[in-house]
């Protein structure tokens, strides 16, 4: 001991895009003393840690930084979200419930909002391919590892093999379900039926029932209800599905966060992420003092 004392280790500063590239895989560190995660889980868990340091950051902050992520590494992230890498350890169930519960997942979870994920899926490049497999593949793995979860739900308290509470789950069918409205809100304008097969709705269904009568009033089961309505097509729930295209809001109405015009909107050329009323309005959102879209405008491969 040489008597110096020294604060504890901790991250400095927001994490930036490229640190989540990193993370993923993505990208090589700059920093030559960088740990590679592991495995999967222990991936997932520092992403984790990364997204709830840049909470303390305000949205408009966090937007800049997911914009660039998603302008350069969403195409790879979608790719490794459908086929997730595996590592020697891994069990089964670990591997199993990696391809929902991952590093990926998370991202995407988080990114859902961001207008680049809607150009995204709305892209016809090869680029964006995986964008088009999405709805299914998460459909799917929803339908394989809701029985294992909802034994889970069912019995809430902590798991002595991997430590977690019931709860856990409930947060992770939640944002899987959530991701799950997001793509086909994306979609209900085409024929769902090409994103989407008949058999996994089917599947789907019984347990989207099950959850949103379980859990009323709780997040689980309000995104159930609401995609249950987006599945089901009624009349009814054609209000809350263009409600919810909202969350995009630079593409359906003027960038400009005050303004409500819907009409003649005008795409900005370079990232194609939103569109305006006026070139006025599109000169003003470029240096807005809460949300510049210089900082969020980006060329795109898709
Ligand atoms: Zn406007
Ligand atoms: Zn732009």
């Known amino acids: 001991m040489n008597g110096i ?4 280790a901790r991250i400095v500063g927001p994490m930036w895009s490229d640190d989540f590239a990193v993370l993923l895989g993505l990208k090589e560190s700059a920093r030559p003393n960088y740990h ?13 840690a990364y997204k709830n340091h840049n909470a303390e950051l305000d949205e408009g902050q966090q937007d800049i930084v997911w914009a660039r992520f998603c ?26 419930e990696l391809k929902l519960n991952s590093a990926y997942f998370e991202v995407l979870v988080g990114i859902q909002h961001i207008p680049y994920f809607a150009k995204y899926l709305r892209s ?8 088009k497999k999405l709805t299914q593949a998460l459909a799917e793995r929803v339908v394989s590892l809701a029985p ?20 856990y789950f ?14 086909l809100t994306t979609f209900v304008k085409e024929d769902l039926a ?4 008949a058999a996994t709705k089917a599947e789907l269904l019984p347990w989207l ?51 409500e015009v819907t009409e003649n909107l005008k795409v900005c050329g370079r990232c194609q992420t939103v569109r305006y009323c006026t070139p006025g309005h599109q000169r003003a959102h470029w240096t807005d003092p809460s949300a510049p879209h210089k900082e969020m405008c980006h060329k795109t491969d898709y």
């Open 36 to 48: 590679k995660p592991n495995n999967e889980v222990e991936r997932l868990y520092r992403l984790v």
């Open 71 to 96: 302008a350069l590494y969403l195409p790879a992230t979608v790719k490794l979200f459908l086929n997730p890498p595996t590592s020697s350890g891994d069990t089964p169930e670990m591997i199993q």
């Open 148 to 167: 294992t979860w909802d034994r889970h739900l069912l019995s809430p308290e902590v798991d002595s093999r991997t430590g977690r509470p019931g709860d």
């Open 209 to 259: 029932q099950k959850w949103s009568a379980r859990y009323m009033r709780e997040f689980l089961g309000e995104v159930c209800l609401r995609t249950l309505g987006i599945l089901s097509g009624e009349r009814g729930f054609n209000k809350g599905v263009r409600s919810m295209r909202k969350v995009f809001k630079n593409w359906d109405t003027c960038g400009i966060p005050t303004c």
């Open 194 to 197: 090409t994103v989407l097969s």
């Open 170 to 183: 409930k947060s992770v069918i939640g944002s899987a379900v959530q991701l799950l409205s997001t793509l």
């Open 5 to 8: 004392s020294l604060p504890p």
């Open 124 to 131: 016809s490049k090869p680029t964006a391919a995986g964008g």
